[in-house]
């Protein structure tokens, strides 16, 4: 509750400054100055990378515009072609059961582990540090050891399962029905550790005497969680769950090493299309276009992140 | 105003090594300077190819009195530098491409035509010629090239009492007789990329079809091949997600008795010396049928630099790597075949092991040669048709009639 008033707080304090006397030309022109490698920053690589995406989804843009310049401009043919061509809805449909199943995948189990880390118990560190493993090794490397777990004949899992009784060989990677779960699957191991390590910092913000004068009142485990945590939580939450769609939308090596978008374009994203469109067949304009597309879509949660977090504020 | 004087150099100050750094090691153009050394860039990142290549252009390069500085990039990221070395003119005096690739670049127009330069591509192999042509011109030459064929495990079809199929209805059977336990009959590469067309193309164009249109019954017949394969559990349904690495895994270790693979696994499976194996052409439709498959393999082209001398220094390294004891030398090396049809007969006698490779590539197909620019679409196309088929989304016909109207 005190870091809250403090945040609240504070802005008002900085915003006092600008009023003192103190904006005489060179220190003001001084104080411009700093801001400049972070104007230039943001104009290089995020302001001109933006834009010229947004041209390109507007040119015919190909191996040749490389050399010769020349990007004839197409109006709307190339939103079009990537919105007309058959893959479109069913990648659509793909990004967002892959974006919620992982989301809320990581998400539960992440904070579910944050919460049993909460309490102390002998190698509780170490066993927190290893639960870093899967976010510290390299996607591709990620993606590869997966895709041998996940074979058919002979992966461990269908090892393990064929051994139980349990299944028959599902073909994890290649039945369009379970390869997009397989793939949803492997992304939720990888953002565990993301999720489980914010909202266990968020966990620890909540003071303790809040849970003991809940037990006063006799809430203890789910309604403690329900009533205490939970609520106290609810700013981290919100900056997990942002994140983890702004990540999970986008996601490509991953699924580029598991299944490469098959069988049948069954794991077919918007994302991993406009990586085919754009560094398979070369067309560099409807790359960038389907690129925009995502951009819309994740401009469409940030502005529904701001909406919530600004109700959240004023409450 | 002294103040904003400074603040607007100090700014600039700041700025420049960013605008430099976008323009991104521009500085090293080869318009300028003599033609004493020249830059070559390929992908032959890995040994052997990586010392194979590094000593035939080395010597090139004394040939002719040039200093090599060769740059070598992983296979995956050698367009995109090329893309950006078009767009900055620092292109190479020597460029090497996967042949697929060169009548993208060529289009552009930032290779040299190689008879600015005197050079010719007669008495090469026409399929390695078309696909260095673009607009009627040979833009590259290919000192070497490859196939695929079907590969097979002696002492499994021994076993079994099978012949080597040469037809379809042959390579049914023999798949089916061979398929026992955890082992299956036969393995194929069927991924969602080029690797699964690239694999699909001899089953397809030995059968008549052609990439313009795949929404034919002669596509379709060899697609139903494929299913029939997979259907009937002589192939496994893990093709689907699989590439030919992957595959040659799995006839290495005995999974599979026989295999739609490439030379260049053969020092992958020399290594092991309990494994005794042959190469036979792909099966073909029926007896007697020409079987046509995809040729591979690298051209190397001479890319516009401005600079004549050094272009012309250029086209005589491309010419040293194309002479005829660089060819047989390198198709030994590296399991490929000489491109030029008269080199065939003496390489084979030299090495018997390349043998059904060299008959395969005679008569093999450009993957470019009809539709240039825009085969990697059509590709894409034939994998999509394929992987739909095969996860039994739609019945062959069908598949490729949706996977043709995209």
Redesign the interface.
């Known amino acids: 509750m005190a870091d809250v008033e403090v945040a609240e707080r504070s802005p008002l304090t900085t915003e006092d400054q600008p009023h003192k006397p103190a904006s005489r030309t060179p220190e003001r022109a001084l104080q411009l100055l700093f801001l400049v490698p972070a104007v230039a920053y943001l104009l290089l690589f995020f302001g001109y990378p933006v834009v010229k995406n947004i041209l390109m989804g507007f040119q015919h843009y190909t191996t040749s515009t490389f050399y010769t310049g020349e990007a004839p401009w197409v109006g709307l043919a190339n939103y079009s072609a990537v919105i007309g061509s058959a893959v479109f809805s069913k990648a659509l449909v793909n990004t967002a059961l892959f974006t919620i199943g992982s989301i809320a995948g990581q998400f539960v189990i992440g904070l579910a582990l944050a919460v049993f880390f909460r309490r102390k118990f002998p190698l509780s560190g170490v066993l927190r540090s290893l639960l870093l493993l899967p976010w510290l090794i390299p996607l591709i490397v990620s993606g590869t050891v997966w895709r041998w777990i996940l074979d058919q004949d002979n992966g461990a899992l269908n090892r393990f399962l064929g051994a139980a009784h349990l299944a028959d060989r599902p073909g994890w990677l290649t039945s369009t029905s379970l390869a997009l779960i397989a793939v949803i699957i492997v992304n939720i191991w990888i953002g565990i550790p993301f999720n489980a390590t914010i909202l266990y910092g968020g966990l620890q913000d909540i003071p303790e005497e809040l849970y003991e004068a809940a037990e006063m009142d006799g809430a203890t485990g789910w309604r403690a969680f329900r009533h205490v945590t939970w609520p106290l939580l609810r700013p981290v939450v919100g900056v997990v769950l942002v994140l983890g769609v702004v990540y999970t939308i986008k996601v490509l090596d991953i699924i580029l090493g598991l299944t490469g978008g098959g069988p049948a374009n069954a794991t077919q994203t918007i994302a991993t299309q406009s990586y085919h469109l754009s560094f398979q067949q070369y067309d560099f304009g409807q790359g960038a276009a389907l690129g925009n597309i995502l951009i819309i879509i994740s401009l469409v949660f940030a502005v529904l992140y701001l909406r919530a977090n600004r109700k959240a504020v004023d409450e | 105003m002294p103040?904003?004087k400074t603040?607007l150099t100090?700014?600039l100050t700041?700025?420049a090594p960013?605008a430099l750094g976008?323009c991104g090691g521009g500085s090293s153009g080869s318009k300028d300077g003599d033609a004493s050394t020249l830059r070559v860039l390929d992908y032959y990142n890995n040994e052997p190819d990586k010392t194979v290549y590094q000593k035939t252009l080395e010597a090139c390069g004394q040939a002719n009195g040039v200093t090599i500085q060769r740059e070598a990039v992983p296979g995956a990221n050698l367009?995109?530098k090329v893309?950006?070395q078009?767009?900055s003119r620092t292109l190479p005096d020597v460029l090497m491409l996967d042949n697929p690739d060169l009548q993208?670049?060529a289009?552009?127009?930032?290779l040299a035509p190689i008879s600015d330069f005197g050079l010719s591509a007669d008495g090469y192999i026409k399929g390695v010629v078309d696909a260095s042509t673009y607009n009627g011109k040979v833009y590259g030459l290919q000192p070497i090239t490859n196939s695929i064929g079907l590969f097979y495990n002696k002492d499994l079809l021994a076993k079994a009492g099978v012949k080597p199929p040469a037809t379809w209805d042959e390579l049914k059977t023999a798949a089916k007789a061979l398929t026992k336990g955890?082992q299956y009959g036969l393995a194929f590469s069927a991924?969602?990329?080029?690797e699964g067309t690239w694999q699909f193309l001899p089953f397809m164009w030995s059968n008549g079809g052609d990439e313009k249109n795949i929404a034919t019954p002669q596509t379709a017949a060899a697609l139903q091949l494929w299913v029939d394969l997979v259907r009937d559990g002589s192939a496994?349904?893990?093709v689907?997600?699989w590439t030919q690495a992957d595959v040659n895994d799995q006839f290495k270790a005995g999974?599979a008795a026989m295999m739609i693979n490439g030379p260049w696994q053969f020092p992958v499976l020399n290594a092991d010396t309990a494994l005794h194996y042959d190469v036979v052409p792909t099966p073909v439709p029926t007896a007697g049928a020409t079987g046509i498959a995809p040729l591979g393999g690298e051209t190397w082209t001479i890319p516009q630099t401005g600079n004549k001398d050094r272009q012309a220094k250029a086209a005589k390294i491309v010419a040293c790597l194309n002479s005829d004891d660089n060819q047989l030398a390198l198709g030994k090396e590296r399991q490929t075949v000489p491109t030029k049809t008269a080199l065939l007969d003496k390489f084979v006698a030299d090495n018997p092991s390349m043998k059904a490779f060299a008959t395969i590539v005679q008569t093999a197909r450009s993957r470019t040669g009809e539709l240039g620019?825009d085969w990697?679409?059509a590709a894409?196309k034939i994998y999509?048709g394929v992987?739909?088929a095969?996860?039994?989304?739609a019945p062959p016909a069908k598949a490729l009639e949706?996977a043709q109207?995209?």
Request: glycine share 8%.
């Open positions: 103040t904003r603040v100090v700014t700041l700025l960013l976008a367009i995109a893309l950006q078009s767009s993208q670049i289009a552009s127009g930032a955890d991924p969602a990329n080029y496994s349904k893990s689907l997600n999974k620019a990697p679409k894409t999509t992987q739909t095969l996860t039994g989304g949706q109207n995209g």
